[in-house]
């Protein structure tokens, strides 16, 4: 029995040449994905099945992509999986003809959707056998049930699920319905996908047998690194896909460059303790300070064709949020500039007295469809960056170079557009006082940037140390922030009834795609946030958490939430916690870090849950904090 199963689904993962490839073939992969955690075997896997799909259907090469890191599109055009799981839960009542009572029992039990679909399904005595599912079926059914809106679309959702659940086999029930919820968990990053696309480029072409091994370790290595740095620039598949099959790798990197209208990812900045780190950082490097403008941060595109966007840190067109800025955008450049990409603050700005406002009002903006006539609060966009001008990119150029531009081809308008205020002394004494400034001015500190040569480009997407920022919080000892999701909360009492009285807040971990919990929170709050947030969540609640929230002994709110809000916080230290999860086998291979005495600051609906800061960063500030601590120590015993 066991025998005739496997060799069925060999047959259903099998293709020949020039045919749609099986869904199987793909859920195959998957699950000998899910079953190792050792990442050469996971890259090895993902390389042979990409290998088959270039060689006998190229077409579908795009499509496996995108299914592989479970996205429908990229990122800018806003479409997401992420079915709400009651309508999955009705898609495999409906479909297998089970009783819910006894589907919801099974999932509180089991906590996968995937597993139980997967298995109410084998317990259905099949009357035909329905077509096997194929990728490109597969993937256009999910684009249309992520584009349904609209009154009917519940139903609509449901019954094309529930068509591809009947015509499921073997695992495909779990994997499609993990990809619905929008989570695969299988272990395999993003970064991952990337690494194996290059290779199995490199892998298909038909001189490689020839190749020395060094040598083909070498080219191998090469690509994987062109196409990251490729992706950073222009995140987007549809294009990188077909570049690569048309020309590899070289080919790639003319194709496919910067260009206006596809957001690219904004490079982001390493935190300080102390304005000494700047100088033991760059000691005999030029650099400039800036103002950290508070607000939010903005790409603004001029395409060729003449129309303007722009986008938020995530990728999000923000037009529609803008429409005062989209208006006057015109005015900013010079009349010599046809395109570009400017990087910028917006930043809420008080018309009468002249001056920044805070960002808490900035956030009281609506985010989408903003009529103009309804607008409060005026807006100034402070911009730092020129990233692309009149059909070249600038990001390799240095920022001395970039400024020069930016101040060249754009003009202040006041209070409307202006030049991130900026000080280039290296004397300690100089920057303090230039700080002291910037918090004067409803800054929160500075961005201090190298000037010149290679140490200088812009890298997309990184966290760079060529970018510090000081924080005026830092100086008093409380450290940087950090963004957390909420995955739970406590019911409140006394003074808190009606009311959420605590909450339990998780990191992000991507490789494992995991939420793990990392403290609980009841400070920082108004009264007003407490009334917000029980609002805006109790609309999250779900019955159980998620198979993939990562829990400790004693993790146990009151209510669970879907992962959707991050909030910013701040706390005292990091320590290790035998009760959280955080970062779980980085620092300790069985307890997790904690954050002690967190606060709440403010929602961050700028960020997504998957944005939120990762298991790494945690564990990074931890040993950060160590250091410092050891340290401290020493100079006081050399005292
Ligand atoms: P993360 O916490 O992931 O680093 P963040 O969004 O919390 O991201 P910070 O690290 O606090 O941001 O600081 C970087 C942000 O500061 C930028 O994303 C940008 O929005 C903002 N910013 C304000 N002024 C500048 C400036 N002069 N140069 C660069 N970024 C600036």
């Known amino acids: 029995d066991m025998f005739s199963k496997s060799t069925n689904d060999a047959e259903s993962a099998s293709w020949k040449k020039g045919e749609p490839v099986p869904y199987a073939a793909l859920c195959q992969t998957f699950e000998q994905i899910e079953d190792t955690t050792k990442r050469l075997q996971i890259l090895d896997y993902l390389v042979k099945f990409l290998i088959s799909v270039i060689k006998l259907s190229p077409e579908s090469l795009l499509t496996v992509i995108y299914l592989s890191i479970n996205k429908l599109c990229p990122e800018y055009e806003g479409l997401e999986l992420g079915i709400g799981e009651s309508l999955l839960l009705k898609a495999i009542a409906e479909s297998t003809g089970r009783e819910m009572k006894k589907i919801k029992a099974d999932y509180a039990e089991i906590g996968d959707l995937g597993v139980i679909a997967m298995n109410s399904r084998s317990n259905q005595p099949t009357m035909f056998k329905p077509k096997a599912l194929t990728i490109p079926h597969v993937f256009k059914t999910l684009k249309d049930i992520a584009s349904l809106t609209g009154n009917s679309s519940q ?30 968990r299988i272990g395999l990053a993003e970064r991952t996908v990337v690494v194996a696309l290059a290779q199995a480029i490199v892998l298909s072409r038909p001189d490689i047998k020839k190749m020395s091994k060094e040598k083909l370790q070498v080219e191998l290595e090469q690509a994987a690194s062109v196409v990251k740095s490729v992706y950073s620039e222009l995140p987007c598949y549809d294009l990188i896909v077909p570049a690569l099959l048309k020309g590899d790798i070289d080919g790639l990197k003319e194709a496919c460059k910067l260009t206006p209208g596809i957001p690219l990812k904004p490079m982001l900045a390493h935190p300080t303790k102390a304005l000494t780190d700047i100088l033991d950082r760059f000691e005999n490097i030029a650099f400039t300070c800036e103002y950290k403008y508070d607000g939010e941060r903005a790409q603004i595109h001029k395409l060729e064709d003449g129309s303007m966007r722009i986008y938020s840190r995530n990728s999000e067109n923000m037009s529609t949020k803008y429409p005062d800025v989209m208006e006057r955008l015109g005015k900013f450049a010079k009349p010599n500039t046809t395109s570009f990409v400017l990087d910028c603050e917006a930043v809420a700005w008080d018309r ?10 900035l956030s009281t903006r609506k985010r989408k469809d903003v009529k103009e006539e309804d607008i409060k609060v005026q807006v100034c966009i402070f911009t730092f960056d020129l990233l692309y001008l009149n059909g070249e990119s600038l990001l390799r150029e240095p920022l001395a170079k970039r400024r020069e531009l930016l101040l060249d081809h754009f003009n202040e308008v006041d209070g409307e557009f202006a030049f991130a205020k900026s000080m280039n002394s290296k004397q300690i004494e100089d920057i303090q006082i230039f700080l002291d400034q910037s918090v004067t001015d409803n800054c929160e500190g500075l961005m201090v940037k190298t000037l010149n040569g290679t140490e200088a480009t812009y890298e997309p997407s990184k966290r760079s140390r060529n970018w510090l920022k000081v924080k005026k919080d830092y100086l008093a000892g409380v450290g940087d922030s950090i963004d957390l999701v909420v995955i739970g909360a406590y019911v409140g009492r006394g003074k808190r009834t009606g009311v959420y009285g605590g909450y339990l807040l998780a990191c992000y971990d991507p490789d494992r795609e995991e939420y793990q919990s990392i403290c609980k929170i009841g400070t920082g709050f108004s009264e007003q946030d407490l009334e917000d947030h029980h609002k805006d969540l109790k609309e999250h609640v ?26 910013e916080i701040k706390c005292a230290d990091l320590s290790v916690s035998p009760v959280y999860k955080a970062a779980v086998g980085i620092v300790d291979p069985n307890k997790g870090i904690s954050l002690r005495f967190p606060r709440f600051i403010r929602l961050r609906d700028d960020k997504t849950p998957e944005n939120a800061t990762s298991s790494e960063q945690i564990a990074e500030m931890y040993n950060d904090q160590k250091l410092n601590t050891v340290k401290n120590d020493t100079s006081m015993g050399v005292d």
């Open 352 to 361: 009468e007295q002249k001056c920044i406002l805070p960002f808490q009002v």
């Open 155 to 184: 139903k609509q959702k449901v019954d094309k699920i529930k068509l591809m659940l009947v015509s499921c086999r073997n695992k495909e029930a779990k994997y499609l319905m993990r990809s619905l919820e929008g989570k695969l």
């Open 542 to 567: 779900i019955p159980e958490p998620k198979s993939y929230y990562m829990l400790g002994e004693g993790n146990k709110p009151d209510v669970w939430f879907a992962p959707v809000r991050v909030w």
